[in-house]
């Protein structure tokens, strides 16, 4: 099941030309929503800052914006089905709308943590923006699996860690957490913007070079569909790094997702 151009279509294909930039190139922007008690209107779903996201990134890229209200409505008809939702927007502005279920371990992935692999010379399109062009990421992850990884940690040409193939990074440290910058050319994740804004004072920003991370506590990262995930070893390409996936510190940002009202 899937919304198409403003329709809920029941079975799993879809029509789509061949000369398709959303086919040929990737040519699409997309937000992935985590929906909370089936409902765009929860806090946490957090509905306004996906479809500002999107919308701003169809502004630089000078693509018309898509019918917001046929795409509202399409969400709220996947919403009865799925917990989480892809919305894809094509250059034309027609709507992809597309359901999943959550991760059948995510609350053991949570609660141990998991494994990532250092995935030197993969680098995202656009970094600012989340396009369908998601090659990069999608070939780190294959090659993760051989090494036993669940999710990738991209770097910068210099072996700095930027991000995961899917979620912003944080680091325990000297009694703060840290997380890399915008500059460094990283997605302005939702669940960090949030997390920037609950932490207050409590985070600070900083390129991640190899000395850095090895004096890490506890390392994580965030996205909208698995709120927090703990990393608990990361393979490097000549070191193996091992984090506390319970460290203490933890709870301070799993506070976010506990919130009624997460901007507070």
């Known amino acids: 099941m899937f919304w198409f151009d403003g329709r809920l279509n029941q079975h799993s294909d879809m029509n789509l030309s061949a000369d398709d930039p959303a086919l040929k190139f990737g040519a699409s922007v997309f937000t992935t929503m ?12 957090y509905w306004e800052g996906h479809r500002d996201r999107v919308s701003h990134s169809l502004q630089t890229f000078h693509w018309p914006q898509p019918d917001w209200l046929r795409v509202y409505t399409g969400c709220t008809q996947l919403a009865e089905h799925y917990p989480v939702l892809r919305i894809a927007v094509f250059p034309d502005g027609r709507e992809l709308i597309t359901g999943r279920q959550l991760p059948a371990d995510l609350a053991t992935q949570q609660r141990q943590g998991v494994m990532a692999w250092v995935a030197e010379g993969y680098a995202r399109s656009l970094p600012a923006h989340k396009t369908g062009n998601y090659l990069a990421s999608w070939l780190a992850i294959q090659q993760a699996r051989h090494h036993g990884a669940s999710e990738v940690i991209l770097t910068n040409p210099a072996g700095e860690w930027l991000e995961t193939s899917t979620g912003n990074l944080w680091g325990w440290k000297d009694g703060h957490w840290w997380t890399p910058p915008l500059s460094c050319g990283i997605l302005p994740g939702l669940v960090r913007q949030r997390l920037m804004a609950h932490l207050k004072q409590r985070v600070k920003e900083a390129l991640w070079s190899s000395q850095w991370t090895a004096e890490f506590e506890a390392v994580a990262y965030s996205n909208c569909v698995v709120e927090l995930l703990p990393i608990r070893t990361i393979i490097g390409p000549k070191t193996k790094l091992e984090y506390n996936p319970t460290h203490p510190a933890l709870a301070e940002l799993r506070q976010l997702f506990c919130q009624t009202d997460p901007g507070s």
Do not use: M, N, Q
């Not at 985590?34 to 779903?45: A, F, N, W």
């Open 34 to 45: 985590r929906l909370y008690e089936r409902s765009l209107e929860h806090p946490l779903t």
